[in-house]
């Protein structure tokens, strides 16, 4: 194995992130109250990865025995993780405090779980993408039982290990069978042998262990038991990181692995399962959600709706489809920054304070925070010119050509049904009245990762056809 | 000449992996499931493992088992430190109790 | 019906025996030592398949380690002096017939499955080989699993410390 300059060029997002995970363990260990620093330590080395991430674009290599790719694509991944990523930094600073649980741990956890994001979605091989997966999870169940004196967050925490590791089950078993039939685990492999594997029962059935697996963690119906719970009890700003760039990195790993077997125009036998998913995934969501007391619980169920329309995008089995899921992945990741974030702001001491009528005439006390609010909502629910609304128009639009109209139809009106529950809070905070006073002190980290969430999602809404673009270069 | 083919061991697999489903779906106790998902994780690396040995190329099956049982340790310990701080908080550790999240 | 048949039906018995009991029993002590027998069954299983290295891991980490790991979790979680140690069930009779067809059609595809080489090849020794392919082919994965073992280590000490 040789390793050239370019190729350690084009590593340096992920070595620099690496190396940045042992130096914030030892500067947990050396400094006293590292916890202060750590936070925009944490900031700054996402960030720089981040930018690595974008002006490496073109640099794709492939690298440690072709079992891993960077470059192209994968460097997209790579910057929606880190950048997500840093953003949820920034407002976890002032909550953990909060919260009570601020330790250097929270950030080597969150650091590490972006490390295997970014493996998952540079991987070339089965095993690969399971190692970065368990990575990823294993720093997620930590971090949702982070708090550990609060009950809440510990029954997140063992629910989501318990249906997690079930799940991860599920995977290794459809792995196993998948390897059986194809005799390696390689992608590629796969890709080559594909034709006669197409009528293997043995491979059919791995793949279809492999997608229940997937969908648990991608929070897909009928596999969600988990999602409202976790989403709630989890601390506010674990929530956010697990809710965006962590159901970003699952749907990387279905890209990757998809993608070329679209590419290479083969015929798809995974429509019919991944459109089940997604209709049920879309309805259920979408109806549920409207019935909720709890913003983050609403928020859960309407991620799992979210889920819904980005399976849209692969079922449609075609190019414009995958950079659609994409484009919506990166959309719902800063909509969802910006309203978990406004969520941690509003939230209280004891971590309560997250029900809607908490939220009840907070148009009048808290103008800036409520008008934000108001705005993630309306993008959230694909009101345009917000980043929502062309995620769901891409997405249909590659149904449409792939002659799936009636998927696109289903889509159009849970988004629909979704538009109520997400004005309803709109209403609750200016058309409602409390005397109850919010005191809210919004810290200047908290505010600036919720500006750079909101004007993402502004961009996204006026601009969408230069990123649209950008991403379709990548092919 | 022995009549033990690969079919026997995919066999004793399914029939472990079936086993540690019905557990993790009928026991209460958080222990109790984790052991169910460790039958789980074990029958999928018999899989890894007779595949590899019986498709010519036994190494590399093996090498995946190996990883699998790296992962399944480093759960283990994570399961341990969550239900040993649920088991303080609660005093109890039956999935079915643990239930203040909810609508 | 020679010496390999016998040793393998053997360690079969054990294994789908113990493991029945595992989940059946209502006794989590006693589900805990069955499944150290089914781990050992399954040593014994991976040893006929020439798998003489990973055997003997399975015995130290997963014998040494995780069943440990699992008995200390029964035991500080069970009042073992005053309390009978039993763990109650759920929905047995929906499982039992859902699980039942999952391990019908299991077994139907996989015995039904056409394999390219089906003669069993025992290499002498697996660990030199292994040990090669860990630092080539696999260096990433074995660079990251270290990486993932030292997460899990932070991991469980922060959740668990007082």
């Known amino acids: ?475 | 000449m022995s009549s033990i083919g690969l079919n026997h061991f995919l066999i004793i697999s399914s029939i472990l992996f079936s086993l540690g489903v019905f557990g993790v779906i009928t026991r209460k106790n958080a222990v109790m499931v984790l052991m169910g998902i460790e039958l789980i994780l074990n029958a999928a690396n018999i899989n890894f493992v007779a595949f590899s040995a019986y498709g010519g190329f036994p190494v590399k099956g093996q090498i995946i088992a190996l990883f699998v049982i790296v992962l399944a340790a480093a759960e283990a310990a994570i399961a341990l430190a969550i239900v040993l701080n649920i088991y303080k908080n609660f005093n109890n550790v039956n999935v079915d109790e643990i239930d203040n999240l909810r609508e | 019906m020679n010496l390999y048949d016998i040793i393998f039906y053997l360690f079969a018995i054990i294994t789908i025996v113990s493991a029945t009991f595992v989940v059946f029993t209502k006794n989590i002590v006693y589900a805990a030592y069955n499944l150290l027998l089914t781990l050992f069954g399954i040593a014994g299983l991976y040893v006929l398949l020439g798998a003489d290295f990973i055997g003997i891991v399975q015995l130290i980490i997963y014998v040494g380690g995780i069943l440990i790991l699992i008995l200390f979790g029964v035991m500080l979680t069970n009042k073992i002096t005053d309390v009978p140690i039993k763990s109650g069930v759920l929905q047995v009779i929906p499982a039992s017939i859902g699980v039942g067809m999952l391990a019908g059609i299991l077994i139907l595809i996989v015995t039904n499955i056409s394999w390219r080489n089906m003669e069993l090849t025992v290499p002498e020794s697996t660990i030199g080989s292994l040990g090669m392919l860990l630092m080539n082919e696999y260096i990433l994965i074995f660079e990251l699993l270290g990486m993932l073992l030292l997460i899990a280590l932070i991991g469980a000490a922060n959740i668990a410390r007082k």
């Open chain 1, 1 to 475: 194995m040789t390793f050239t300059v370019h190729d350690l060029i084009s590593l340096s997002p992920v070595l620099l992130i690496g190396v940045g995970i042992l130096a914030t363990l030892i500067i947990e260990m050396l400094v006293k109250e590292s916890e202060k620093i750590l936070g925009w330590f944490t900031f700054v080395l996402l960030l720089s990865v981040a930018y690595l991430s974008l002006i490496l674009l073109d640099h794709t290599a492939l690298v440690f025995e072709d079992k891993f790719l960077t470059g192209g694509r994968v460097n997209i991944f790579f910057f929606l993780f880190s950048f997500g990523a840093a953003v949820v930094s920034l407002l976890s600073m002032e909550y953990i405090k909060k919260a009570g649980i601020h330790f250097g741990e929270y950030y080597i956890m969150l650091l590490s779980s972006v490390l295997g994001m970014m493996l998952i979605s540079g991987a070339t091989d089965f095993i690969m993408i399971f190692i970065g997966l368990e990575q990823m999870s294993v720093c997620f169940y930590v971090l949702a039982g982070f708090n550990r004196r609060n009950e809440r967050s510990l029954e997140a925490a063992l629910k989501y290990f318990l249906l997690g590791s079930f799940a991860t089950g599920f995977l290794v078993f459809g792995l196993g069978l998948i390897y059986g039939a194809v005799g390696s685990l390689s992608i590629t492999e796969i890709v080559i042998g594909y034709e006669t594997l197409k009528t293997s029962p043995l491979f059919l059935t791995g793949t279809l262990l492999f997608i229940i697996g997937f969908s648990f963690k991608i929070a897909a119906v009928p596999f969600h038991m988990w999602v409202p719970d976790v989403y709630q009890g989890a601390p506010t700003s674990v929530t956010a990181l697990m809710s965006t760039t962590g159901k970003a990195a699952a749907f990387s790993a279905l890209i990757i692995i998809f993608s070329p077997i679209i590419q290479a125009a083969y015929p798809s036998f995974f429509t019919p399962v991944i459109s089940v998913l997604a209709v049920l995934s879309m309805l259920y969501g979408s109806i549920v959600a409207i019935s909720q007391n709890d913003l983050k619980r609403m928020l859960a169920y309407s991620s799992i709706a979210h889920a819904g329309y980005m399976l849209i995008g692969l079922a449609a089995w075609n190019e414009k489809g995958v950079s659609g899921v994409i484009f919506y992945l990166v959309a719902y990741t800063f909509m969802n920054l910006a309203a978990f974030g406004l969520i941690s702001l509003i939230e209280k001491r004891d971590l309560r304070g997250t029900e809607f009528s908490d939220y009840k005439g907070l148009g009048f006390k808290q103008p800036v925070l409520a008008g934000l609010m108001a705005l993630t909502m309306f993008a959230l629910s694909g009101i345009p010119p917000f980043a929502g609304f062309f995620g769901k128009y891409y997405v249909f639009l590659s149904a449409i050509e792939a002659g799936m109209t009636w998927l696109a139809i289903v889509g159009v009106i849970s988004s629909v049904i979704s538009v109520y529950f997400y004005l309803r809070l709109i209403v609750v905070m200016y058309f409602d009245n409390s005397d109850e006073i919010v005191m809210v002190t919004p810290s200047t980290s908290a505010m600036l990762g919720i500006m750079i969430s909101v004007l993402l999602i502004i961009i996204m809404g006026v601009a969408p056809g230069s990123i649209i673009n950008l991403i379709n270069s990548t092919f």
